[in-house]
């Protein structure tokens, strides 16, 4: 399924009228079915002696709210609409909803005076459902004083409250609430899904989000100059590799893992044996010799190769580069970074190595960190590589502040992805793919309980684990969704406490979850 920006939004409905032929009226008559119905279910199930309070902007939500009020009172329940703008500014469409309002008598109110405001009190007040209608998917930037209000006023009165699209308040494409917004109960979304149910403060005010059918041509909603997508089942389940009964280890993918450093071998062994639950054949953990003992004994499945060090006990020099660049030769991919350190000599390592390695190559925490201010040097890599950075990682590889790229990520990574012609994971609430062409890629798994040390070594050792199963492009929106995945099977036996090894040990059932191999266990 798409995900679509708001301008994306836009030009969608400008070619449902130009291409289709098909009225704007058509459309949001479509769309207040749904709100009417969604409203029922907010209330128990149906609208007949409801209370319900309509709040309605003078653009297209606004016409969806009246639209919605509407079949609310032709289904018996108690509707009181309020006008947040002006009757005089009320676009073409939402006029035409507002006129049919106005004949069926309904009880439509202005808020100009403070008998206005009093009476929208106590509306919200006695309400059993809330509409919001306000602003829709257009807004961007500061609220107006009278809107603030409006969206107080709802908060405050802590009633169940439907938002149409968005909540008011919430800037479509980024999730981002700059004075206040509107905390819906759900929130329908019309024709496609949005960047803001997925990301920052907006996701957690949508509350149950859902998303309708309003008439629009499916060939306009899929379209390929819409370049956001949802990771779900139905995308993993066409990507996820069936395995022969012919294979062999070494079909499934041999893997080196450049990873660990005193005091942070956990990171390492967890990369490594998440490779192996996501399905390679071989992983060979190449870390400090002076470790060997500890990954002997933490390791049994994996293969460990002691690396050269130098006096400090860090990765480096020449030696050390040769060794690993004979290594990689042996393997089908290489995975560096995690608990590797931040030695000097160790960044001028992962450089030199990136660079001179001609198989796929995943670039994972402390990798990251040797490429800031030298992002140039992933295109130099022989194959386009595959990086797993969070938004502080992301925002030193850019140059820039993490809050920054927490503002608009799907930006951020789609220009870090075309700029130096790389794959990125941007690991977040929701973690997402993008790509050089632009595409980008949301997951649907995933939850609070994995914001755990460790879990994204998991998820490195996961796509890294993956790459050489498939075609390697594929593997980062394979592995974001089995560590979502498993990370949802983990929280529900573990909740908060789940740690990342738990991850590790869900990654085989959320596999076979996703293959149909048996069901999961209530």
């Not at 609208?47 to 009172?73: H, M, P, T, W």
């Not at 107080?152 to 004075?179: H, R, Y």
Request: a negative charge.
């Amino acid at each position: 399924m798409k995900v679509s920006t708001a301008e994306e939004m836009r030009r969608i409905d400008r070619r449902v009228q130009e291409e289709y032929g098909l009225p704007e009226l058509v459309l949001m008559e479509n769309a207040g079915s749904h709100v009417a119905e969604a409203v029922e279910t907010l209330a128990g199930g149906r609208a007949e002696g409801k209370r319900v309070c309509l709040i309605a902007g003078s653009g297209n939500n606004g016409g969806d709210a009246f639209s919605a009020a509407r079949y609310l009172v032709n289904r018996g329940a108690r509707v009181q609409v309020f006008l947040a703008g002006e009757k005089g500014h009320l676009k073409e469409s939402p006029a035409v909803m507002f006129q049919a309002l106005e004949h069926m008598a309904a009880e439509i109110h202005p808020l100009e005076g403070d008998r206005d405001w009093d009476r929208l009190r106590l509306s919200l007040r006695f309400a059993d459902v809330i509409v919001d209608g306000i602003l829709g998917t257009g807004f961007s930037g500061e609220l107006r004083k009278k809107t603030l209000r409006l969206i107080e006023m709802i908060n405050e009165a802590k009633k169940p409250v439907l938002a149409i699209d968005v909540p008011s308040g919430v800037e479509t494409d980024t999730g981002v609430v700059g004075t206040a917004a509107v905390k819906a109960a759900a929130t329908l979304s019309l024709g496609l899904l949005k960047p803001a149910h997925f990301f920052g403060s907006g996701a957690g005010l949508a509350g149950d989000v859902s998303v309708h059918d309003i008439g629009i041509p499916q060939e306009l909603l899929a379209a390929k100059e819409i370049h956001q997508s949802l990771i779900d089942e139905a995308l993993a389940k066409t990507i996820l590799p069936v395995r022969p009964r012919t294979v062999h280890k070494g079909s499934c993918g041999r893997l080196l893992v450049v990873a660990g450093s005193r005091g942070m071998t956990g990171a390492a062994a967890l990369a490594s044996t998440a490779a192996l639950r996501a399905g390679a054949g071989v992983v060979t953990l190449a870390s400090g010799e002076s470790l060997q003992d500890v990954f002997a004994m933490k390791l049994t499945e994996v293969m460990t190769q002691p690396i050269q060090e130098n006096e400090d006990g860090h990765l480096g020099g020449a030696a050390a580069l040769d060794q690993l660049t004979h290594l990689a030769a042996g393997h089908d991919m290489v995975l560096i970074g995690p608990g590797l350190g931040r030695a000097h000599e160790t960044m001028e390592l992962v450089r030199c190595l990136g660079t001179a390695i001609k198989k796929p190559v995943i670039l994972d925490a402390d990798a990251l960190y040797a490429f800031r201010g030298q992002a140039e040097l992933l295109k130099e890599f022989h194959q386009m590589p595959i990086l797993t950075p969070h938004l502080g990682e992301m925002a030193g590889l850019l140059g820039t502040t993490a809050e920054a790229v927490r503002q608009d990520r799907i930006a951020s990574a789609r220009a870090a992805a075309k700029d130096y012609q790389s794959i990125f994971v941007l690991k977040s609430e929701c973690t997402l793919v993008a790509y050089p062409d632009g595409d980008v890629f949301l997951t649907t798994k995933g939850n609070a309980g994995m914001a755990t040390a460790g879990s994204g070594d998991v998820l490195a050792g996961t796509i890294a684990g993956l790459v050489g199963q498939m075609q390697g492009a594929l593997a980062p929106l394979l592995g974001v969704y089995l560590h979502g995945s498993a990370g949802d099977l983990a929280y529900a036996a573990k909740d908060c406490g789940l740690i990342a090894s738990d991850l590790v040990d869900k990654l085989p059932e959320a596999r076979a979850l996703l293959a149909n191999e048996y069901e999961m266990p209530v």
